[in-house]
T-cell receptor
């Protein structure tokens, strides 16, 4: 079955630095991959989607890459701010037509 | 939030009791989903419905039931057969580009 793995350990960085989060998947080659942000006690919010034929996608300070050979997506936040502190989830549609999520990586940006 | 509502925000269940979580939307979307989230874990699909009067089991449907009598409403009942119901429950719609638009969630606790 398809699996998604994200860094299970929380990521702590200093304000202004670039945060890089990793999402690895196995046993499948999805047509696209999605990233969400989740704040404590709230539902996830969609951030970015990247397709298999796109190497990179940008939205303001966010950048996502998609390496179908490595079966990996990287999510970058440049010039990070304390307000970026949250849990970030990656997700993909599996062959069974269901959206599966990684366990999420908690990001903490210190001032 | 905004177009999809879940109530209550917190729900307490006694042993042997069935409880129902509400999910309502006014965005005229056909497909609706229920997910369960446990600490440190990704979202797991409980049930989904692609059209009124039709729904499908997800990966962890045991101990849960749903109905879809109206397009706007997709309530989830946690039955007494669900032995470990404590979790954060999220309702979602299928949005553009096959992303998920989530409600604010309901936290279920067992007394």
């Amino acid at each position: 079955s398809q699996k998604i793995e994200q860094n299970s350990e929380a990521l702590n960085i200093q304000e202004g630095k670039t945060a890089t989060l990793t999402c690895n998947y196995t046993n499948y080659s999805p047509a696209y991959l999605q990233w969400y942000r989740q704040d404590p006690g709230r539902g996830p919010v969609f951030l970015l989607l990247i397709r298999e034929n796109e190497k990179e996608k940008r939205k303001e300070r966010l950048k996502v890459t998609f390496d179908t050979t490595l079966k990996q997506s990287l999510f970058h936040i440049t010039a990070s701010q304390p307000a970026d502190s949250a849990t970030y989830l990656c997700a993909l549609w599996n062959q069974g037509g269901k959206l599966i999520f990684g366990q999420g990586t908690e990001l903490s940006v210190k001032p | 939030d905004g177009g999809i509502t879940q109530s209550p925000k917190y729900l307490f269940r006694k042993e042997g009791q069935n409880v129902t979580l509400s999910c309502e939307q006014n965005l005229n979307h056909d497909a609706m989903y229920w997910y369960r989230q446990d600490p440190g874990q990704g979202l797991r699909l409980i049930y989904y419905s692609q059209i009124v009067n039709d729904f499908q089991k997800g990966d962890i449907a045991e101990g849960y039931s749903v109905s879809r009598e109206k397009k706007e409403s997709f309530p989830l009942t946690v039955t007494s057969a669900q032995k470990n119901p404590t979790a954060f429950y999220l309702c979602a719609l299928l949005a553009v580009q096959e992303t998920q638009y989530f409600g604010p969630g309901t936290r279920l606790l067992v007394l």
